[in-house]
Structures are given as structure tokens and as C-alpha cells.
Nanobody, 117 residues
Framework: QVQLVESGGGSVQAGGSLRLSCAASGSSRHYYCMAWFRQTPGKERERVASIARGLPPTYADSVKGRFTASRDNARNALNLQMNSLKPEDTAIYYC???????????WGQGTQVTVSS
């Protein structure tokens, strides 16, 4: 079993920064790929960033240049540094993991990020 626990959400004013972290436990083969998604009510879940072990991260166009995803393989962790936050970044952010980036079977409980104008 894989468990993912997110932390670091909160409230910030536009232009500010937040850092999210996701701690993974269980067999590491289950989280070869780790990703961040976000969702707001009435909208589809959006993939924000994903990293396969040993490969560079990929980003949604909406966050390129502002968000940086990184993995700490020694700690089985996934981080998301979010800078220049905008009100439209407000969402619940979820950590996900899987054996491939197309099969993300494990999800965290989510952490709220709120950006006020």
C-alpha cells in the first residue's frame, strides 16, 4: 500500500508564495511517477506538474515559470514551490503517484490553497 500525505497549503495574497510537500510511504516502485493536481468546484481536475523518477518535471501551461516541482527521493517526497500566485490558483491541491505517469492510482487527501486578490 502507498500512502500520500500533503502539507503546506494555506492562504496567501496574490503575488505571494507557498510550498507544498507530499510524503510517500510504502513500496517505492508504486511511485515511480509523482504528480500534483488541483481542482476547484465545477471544474475538471487539472494536472499541475508531474515528475517521473530520473526525468525532468513537466508542467501545465498555466503554471510554467511560476511553479517548480521537485522530488526528494531519499525522503520519498514530492514538493511544489509556488511563486507569483494568482487568485485563479485557488484550489484543492492533490498529490498523486503511480507506476507510470499515465496510471496514477494513489492519491492524497488534498490540501487547500487560497490566493486572495
Amino acid at each position: 500500500q502507498v500512502q500520500l500525505v500533503e502539507s503546506g497549503g494555506g492562504s496567501v495574497q496574490a503575488g505571494g508564495s507557498l510550498r507544498l510537500s507530499c510524503a510517500a510511504s510504502g513500496s517505492s516502485r508504486h511511485y515511480y511517477c509523482m504528480a500534483w493536481f488541483r481542482q476547484t468546484p465545477g471544474k475538471e481536475r487539472e494536472r499541475v506538474a508531474s515528475i517521473a523518477r530520473g526525468l525532468p518535471p513537466t508542467y501545465a501551461d498555466s503554471v510554467k515559470g511560476r511553479f517548480t516541482a521537485s522530488r526528494d527521493n531519499a525522503r520519498n517526497a514530492l514538493n511544489l514551490q509556488m511563486n507569483s500566485l494568482k487568485p485563479e490558483d485557488t484550489a484543492i491541491y492533490y498529490c498523486a503517484a503511480g507506476v507510470t505517469c499515465a496510471t496514477l492510482n494513489y492519491w492524497g487527501q488534498g490540501t487547500q490553497v487560497t490566493v486572495s486578490s
